[in-house]
């Protein structure tokens, strides 16, 4: 038996809502990582941001989603990315 159209649109909205849940849930993770990095207190367009970010995300990709220091690449204590003062 198919699904009546109206049924198909309530299971959309609810997916949809589930959907706008995780996501808000993942981007509120993911930017309580960033505060806790520092980048809450840098200068920096949204532009140049946007590309680091797609950046890791590839090299985690790249790696399967491992998470050691080898697979990242940065060194404890290291902000990958970010510029050296001195």
């Given at each position: 038996m198919k699904k009546p159209?109206?049924?198909?649109?309530?299971?959309?909205?609810?997916l949809q809502e589930q959907l706008k849940q995780a996501e808000t849930?993942?981007?509120?993770?993911?930017?309580r990582v960033a505060l806790k990095a520092g980048l809450g207190e840098i200068e920096i367009e949204e532009t140049m941001l946007l590309s680091?970010?797609?950046?890791v995300a590839s090299r985690f990709r790249k790696s399967g989603g491992r998470t050691s220091?080898?697979?990242t690449g940065v060194?404890?204590?290291?902000?990958?990315g970010?510029?050296?003062e001195g």
């Open positions: 159209s109206r049924q198909i649109r309530d299971e959309i909205a609810r849930r993942e981007a509120e993770r993911i930017g680091a970010f797609e950046e220091k080898a697979a060194a404890s204590g290291a902000s990958a970010a510029p050296q």
